[in-house]
């Protein structure tokens, strides 16, 4: 796929970078040729009920929280196995801008998040992922 109709970071307002960056775990999954387009494509905030934005340079996606432009994730992706694999992730650190929780609820929710608003999929596996994660304490 070429770039021509995917989102860029000058489609945006200001966006900070993700503060105090922290690996965590890439969520195992393998995209497909196709997911990846889609997350290629990228992702515009349409109203204040929709939570992110989305861009990829490169191989990197970024996401970012919609109404303050603060950079929350942002995953490598690679080829691998047929399709494309998360190799490095990173979740914003800093406790005073976003309430990070451990280590696979971050990798879940990343995971959630590509799912639900770049590929339009509710209760796909990252989502699953999440719940288990959460303890299933509140169901989407």
Not at 20 to 27: C, F, H, L, R
Not at 29 to 46: F, Q, V
């Amino acid at each position: 796929m070429d770039t021509h109709g995917c989102l860029t970071r000058a489609d945006f307002g200001k966006l900070t970078p993700v503060p105090q960056p922290v690996v965590i775990p890439a969520p195992g999954r393998i995209w497909t040729a196709g997911e990846w387009d889609l997350i290629r494509r990228g992702h515009r905030s349409a109203d204040m009920d929709d939570k992110w934005h989305a861009f990829v340079e490169g191989r990197r996606l970024f996401l970012y929280r919609s109404w303050t432009g603060l950079g929350v994730y942002e995953a490598e992706f690679a080829q691998a196995g047929g399709g494309w694999r998360i190799i490095a992730a990173v979740v914003a650190g800093d406790h005073d801008s976003y309430r990070r929780q451990g280590d696979d609820y971050e990798s879940a929710l990343l995971e959630a998040v590509i799912e639900w608003v770049l590929l339009g999929v509710s209760g796909g596996p990252g989502a699953q992922r999440w719940h288990r994660a959460r303890g299933d304490r509140h169901r989407q």
